[in-house]
């Protein structure tokens, strides 16, 4: 069983930053890629950066691509997501998520584990 608890989310401005942190525990940790989604209301699941076990490479979607920076500490069972420069439209649930294989996939059903979600919200 893998749990997945991501914190570092809330209320920001316009032209401000987050980091949203995701702490996994309940397997190796660092033998897998781990990801970074949102959900918008009445909106797709969107994927935002993906990182592989040892960081060497990484996705980012045109959306955030610039703006947000995936990052991973093994030591700590945790991976990162910094956000600058949000936007009203990055007003979404946040989630982590934990692939099945060590490298970077953008394909859904490449991450059986979820977090809870946290919520993040750029007023305007």
């Known amino acids: 069983q893998v749990q997945l608890v991501e914190s570092g989310g809330g209320l920001v401005q316009t032209g401000g930053s987050l980091r949203l942190s995701c702490v996994a525990s309940g397997r190796t940790f660092s033998a897998y890629a781990m990801g970074w989604w949102r959900q918008a209301p009445g909106k797709e699941r969107e994927l935002l950066a993906t990182?592989?076990?040892?960081?060497?490479?990484?996705y980012y979607a045109d959306s955030v691509k610039g703006r947000f920076t995936i990052s991973r500490d093994n030591a700590q069972n945790t991976v990162y997501l910094q956000m600058n420069s949000l936007k009203p439209e990055d007003t979404a649930v946040y989630f982590c998520?934990?692939?099945?294989?060590?490298?970077?996939?953008?394909?859904?059903?490449?991450?059986?584990?979820w977090g809870q979600g946290t919520q993040v919200t750029v007023s305007s």
């Open positions: 998520a934990a692939s099945r294989t060590s490298g970077v996939s953008t394909a859904p059903d490449m991450y059986p584990y």
């Open positions: 990182i592989s076990w040892r960081s060497s490479s990484t």
